[in-house]
């Protein structure tokens, strides 16, 4: 167990999870208390971050959670969270990206406001908020021990997969490939930057497709390795990068999604070849 904790250990760091009360983004920062960290959750609704923190507090876990409001969907809301971050912390070790959005509507009525509302957040939001707290997370990297940026991606930004959420599906990939783009340009400053890719998962966004047992089985039939994704693989996704363990990984877009990211349903010649 001491060589475990040695890798994998995220006790006494410093941490931000946008959109942290629901979702991928809870998942995220109960793992980080779950492992020692110190998380501070935001999202637009101050209460829901401030009930899920008191919940995660409960748990007797070796860390902590702090809730309070934060908006990412415009330009005072970000200036504004990351004041409310300096006020905490003069450190930053990790800054998760989660908050997001999205729009889904058929080709030919999808709106034109959905594009700059969804990109806006999903973003623009995670390139500011970023940019406005690198003081806090070149303070806190060292050689040894790099601070952490995580985004927030998915695999309708690696698959050639809308179903209605276009602009939803372009921003991911726009995270995608601004991940890698911030990974290379603070290497220098030691800072890691990566993405998860997840697929289906339950959470609020997802709950028209996953709001029932019966819907889950049916998005699971879709998944090559049969299921929707659960809470740990998140965790587990989240202490590995955030922790010595993931200390040299940078650039990264990690699909949490079951294979669907390499699953293109049908082979090319295969079919025909058996029945010439």
Known sequence: MDYLQELFSVTGKKALVTGGAT????????????????????????????????????????????GFAGNVATEEGILALADAVRSRTDALDILVNNAGTTWGEPLGTFPYHAWGRVLGVN???????????????????????????????????????????????????????????????????RITVNAFAPGPFQSNMTAFATGTDKQVDTVSQGVPIGRIGSPDDIAAATLYLCSKGGSYITGAILPIDGGLSVHHGKGLFAEAAHTG
Do not use: W
């Open 23 to 66: 979702g991928i983004g809870r998942m995220v920062a109960t793992a980080l208390v779950r492992g020692g960290a110190s998380v501070m959750i935001a999202s637009r609704k101050a209460e829901a971050c401030e009930a899920v923190a008191s919940e995660l507090n409960a748990m007797d876990a070796p860390g902590s959670a702090e």
């Open 123 to 189: 973003v623009a939001g995670l390139f500011t908020l970023t940019q406005e707290l690198l003081p806090l997370l070149e303070k806190a990297g060292s050689d040894e021990d790099p601070a952490r940026v995580i985004n927030l991606g998915s695999v309708m930004g690696t698959q050639p997969l809308a179903e209605g959420a276009y602009s939803y599906s372009a921003s991911k990939a726009a995270v995608h490939h601004l991940t890698r783009i911030l990974s290379s340009e603070l290497a220098g400053q």
